[in-house]
């Protein structure tokens, strides 16, 4: 769905077009869930985070039309993570732990899960944000309170991390 199509379902959703809900929420489930649980780190909490989302947005639609609404809609997830996270007196650093405790199934434990959790919070924020999220450097900058500069500088840094532990180093 492009942006100018998820536009036009948020305005129908706003006039209270059920069905605009259901493609909206199947167009963007798997990105605001994959931002909300690369953030925590935690399954459960990233379902709950998509779950008052969701909510959020049926009860109350943005008010006008977007220029890019998928870009605004995995904002909103990740400003209500970080909320919840700071609601819950944890830091986002402190949600690397929680990784440990996980009992899914080996086909959860991929080498990619495994090399992520290795990042540090911010380093999987920045790659969630541009890769799951499609934010541009500037808008990651605005979102984490950092220099444009910095934020691609860091991004960089951490997919060459990320390649790294991918390819046997630490």
């Known amino acids: 769905m492009t942006d100018k199509e998820l536009s036009g379902k948020l305005i ?5 077009d059920k069905n605009a809900f259901e493609e909206i929420y199947h167009e963007i489930n798997t990105a605001a869930y994959t931002v909300a649980y690369r953030i925590t780190g935690d399954r459960h909490l990233a379902e709950d985070i998509i779950q008052e989302f969701f909510v959020k947005l049926y009860r109350k639609p943005p008010e006008s039309p ?3 609404p998928r870009a605004y809609l995995l904002r909103m997830v ?3 993570t970080i909320d919840k996270l700071e609601k819950a007196h944890m830091n986002i650093d402190d949600c690397e732990n929680m990784l440990s405790d996980k009992t899914d199934d080996a086909d959860a434990r991929i080498d ?3 090399a992520f959790e290795k990042l540090s919070s911010e380093e999987r924020q920045l790659i969630t944000l541009h ?3 499609g934010f541009k450097f500037r808008e990651i900058a605005e ?3 950092i220099p444009t500069g910095t934020a691609l500088w860091r991004y960089r840094k951490a997919i060459n991390k990320l ?7 630490e």
């Open 12 to 16: 129908l959703l706003k006039s209270g």
């Open 66 to 68: 977007l220029e890019k």
């Open 78 to 80: 990740h400003n209500l």
């Open 112 to 114: 990619l899960e495994r």
């Open 131 to 133: 890769l799951n999220g």
């Open 143 to 145: 979102i984490m309170n």
């Open 163 to 169: 390649r790294n532990i991918l390819n046997g180093g």
